[in-house]
C-alpha cells in the first residue's frame, strides 16, 4: 500500500504562484507514475499533469501548459507540482494520484481509474 499526502494548497493571487507536494509514505515510491489532478466546484476531475518513474516522460494539460512544471525527487518520496500565472480558473481540490506502471507506455494514465492510490487533496483558491 501506498499512502500519498498533498500538501502547498491554499490562497493566492492571481498571477501568483504556490508548489504543491506529494509525499509518499508505505513503500517505495522510485517506480510509480504519479498524476495531479484538479476538480473545480461543479466540473469533473481533470489530470492536469503527470509524471514517470524516471522523469523522461511528462503530460500537461493544454489549460496548464507552461505555466506548471511537474518534477519529482524519489529520494525524498515526493512528487511537485510548480503552479505559476495562477487564474481564477485554476482554483480547485488538487489531487495527486500514483500506479505502479509505466506511463510512457500507455494513454490510459488521462483517465482517474489508472491510478492506484489518491491522496485526499489540497485547496488551491485564486483570488482577484
Known amino acids: 500500500q501506498v499512502q500519498l499526502v498533498e500538501s502547498g494548497g491554499g490562497l493566492v493571487q492571481a498571477g501568483g504562484s504556490l508548489r504543491l507536494s506529494c509525499t509518499a509514505s508505505?513503500?517505495?515510491?522510485?517506480?510509480?507514475?504519479v498524476g495531479w489532478f484538479r476538480q473545480a466546484p461543479g466540473k469533473e476531475r481533470e489530470l492536469v499533469a503527470a509524471i514517470a518513474w524516471n522523469d523522461r516522460f511528462t503530460y500537461y494539460a493544454d489549460s496548464v501548459k507552461g505555466r506548471f512544471t511537474i518534477s519529482r525527487d524519489n529520494a525524498k518520496n515526493t512528487v511537485y507540482l510548480r503552479m505559476a500565472s495562477l487564474s481564477l480558473e485554476d482554483t480547485a481540490v488538487y489531487y495527486c494520484?500514483?500506479?505502479?506502471?509505466?506511463?510512457?507506455?500507455?494513454?490510459?494514465?488521462?483517465?482517474?481509474?489508472?491510478?492506484?492510490?489518491w491522496g485526499q487533496g489540497t485547496q488551491v483558491t485564486v483570488s482577484s
Open positions: 508505505g513503500r517505495t515510491f522510485t517506480y510509480y507514475s
Open positions: 494520484a500514483a500506479d505502479p506502471s509505466d506511463i510512457a507506455s500507455t494513454s490510459a494514465y488521462y483517465t482517474e481509474s489508472y491510478y492506484d492510490y
